[in-house]
């Protein structure tokens, strides 16, 4: 158990849809990342934020959106699905507070199928 | 931008074996951390091992171990004394440091390579 948890586990909705998943980081650590693994892009970075701010962004589509809220656990926000979105959402976390570690631990992740 | 290609899609052995799974990244920065993380049937992304770009000493955790070749931009993954347990895909992934403080940007994976440990 790597300590950061994801809600759901597993998501069905239909294309057109808005749906968002929520990660909730290792207690100590300040950043969180979300990352999707999907069949034909394999695991592709999306977005980082640290303690509130975002700070790097990758291949993130404009109908994605995520933020970190206070108590830094973070939700990613997908909208106007479609069936190519289906795929399985992991997020990450990293630096902790007190060791400045910046190894990233991952969250079971969200299985998402649009349908 | 940086690329990391892993050019062994699958490989097989047997219990017991030693096996050595390759990975080559491209970059042009010299501050940087590689990793090996195992995704097992489970889909849950485990971190194996972790190397500083810094450190000459090649790190080791139990049976995993790494040779890592800067100049060749290399960083192979050796399981030792493999088991039926390690049955996974392996990825190799990298992370440039961020200097601007508040962690490092987003890790980059390879495409993997599936691992079968044969009884």
């Known amino acids: 158990d790597s300590g950061v948890t994801q809600t759901p586990k597993h998501l069905i909705t239909a294309t057109g849809q808005r749906v968002t998943l929520r990660c909730s980081p290792r207690s100590g650590d300040l950043s969180v990342y979300w990352y999707q693994q999907s069949l034909d892009q394999g695991l592709q970075f999306l977005i980082q934020?640290?303690?509130?701010?975002?700070?790097a962004k990758g291949n993130i589509l404009e109908r994605f959106s995520a933020q970190q809220f206070p108590d830094l656990h973070s939700e990613l926000n997908l909208s106007s699905l479609e069936l190519g979105d289906s795929a399985l959402y992991f997020c990450?976390?990293?630096?902790?507070?007190?060791?400045?570690?910046?190894?990233?631990?991952f969250g079971p992740g969200t299985r998402l199928l649009v349908l | 931008a940086q690329t990391v290609t892993q050019s062994q899609p699958e490989m097989s052995v047997q219990e017991a074996e030693t096996v050595t799974l390759s990975c080559t990244y491209d970059?042009?920065?010299?501050?940087?951390?590689l990793f090996w993380y195992k995704q097992p049937p489970s889909r849950q992304m485990i971190l194996v091992i972790r190397?500083?770009?810094?450190?000459?000493q090649n790190a080791t955790e139990n049976r995993f171990s790494v040779n890592f070749q800067k100049a060749a931009k290399s960083f192979s993954l050796k399981i030792s004394d493999s088991q039926l347990g390690d049955t996974a895909m392996y990825f190799c992934?990298?992370?440039?440091?961020?200097?601007?403080?508040?962690?490092?940007?987003?890790?980059?994976f390879g495409k993997g390579t599936h691992l079968i440990i044969q009884p």
């Open positions: 990450a976390s990293s630096v902790d507070a007190t060791s400045g570690s910046e190894t990233q631990y």
């Open positions: 992934a990298f992370m440039k440091l961020s200097y601007s403080g508040g962690g490092a940007d987003g890790l980059t």
């Open positions: 190397q500083e770009a810094y450190k000459q």
């Open positions: 970059t042009s920065e010299s501050n940087y951390y």
């Open positions: 934020y640290y303690n509130g701010e975002e700070r």
